[in-house]
């Protein structure tokens, strides 16, 4: 029964440091308030930087054998065009169309670029 009721008090010391109802009401507030700082810019960030590396390897030399300026030019364009098509279907949908989600995929583009294709 000891190592049971150490684990128990394990994930209750856990849990009173992060309680999941705080964590809810962050990520809640910061979608609603369209923060600079919020787990939706982490996630527009890293998308759009993953999908520039992703359409560079498959249309690059690596993939399909297109030049690297052609591949290039390309991966960036249609990670933006997919982003500015999900802030349209936001906006459609009645949440909103962000100027900073925008600002956020072209950081993650221009990191995708630098990181990948040079």
């Known amino acids: 029964m000891g190592a049971k009721s150490d684990k128990s008090a394990i994930v209750n010391r856990q ?4 309680n999941p109802q705080d964590a ?6 910061s979608l609603s308030e369209d923060r600079w700082l919020a ?3 982490l996630a527009h960030l890293l998308v759009s930087f993953s999908l ?3 359409g560079y390897a498959v249309l690059s030399d690596r993939g399909l054998g297109w030049d690297r300026n052609r591949a290039r030019i390309l991966s960036a364009g249609g990670t933006a065009l997919l982003g ?4 349209i279907r936001d906006y459609r949908k009645g949440g909103g169309f962000s100027r900073k989600d925008l600002a956020t995929d ?3 583009i221009t990191l995708g670029i630098l990181f990948y294709t040079f």
């Open 24 to 29: 809810s009401d962050w990520i809640s507030r």
């Open 39 to 41: 787990l939706d810019k």
């Open 84 to 87: 500015i098509a999900k802030e």
């Open 106 to 108: 072209g950081l993650g």
């Open 52 to 54: 520039v590396g992703i």
């Open 15 to 18: 849990l009173s440091i992060v």
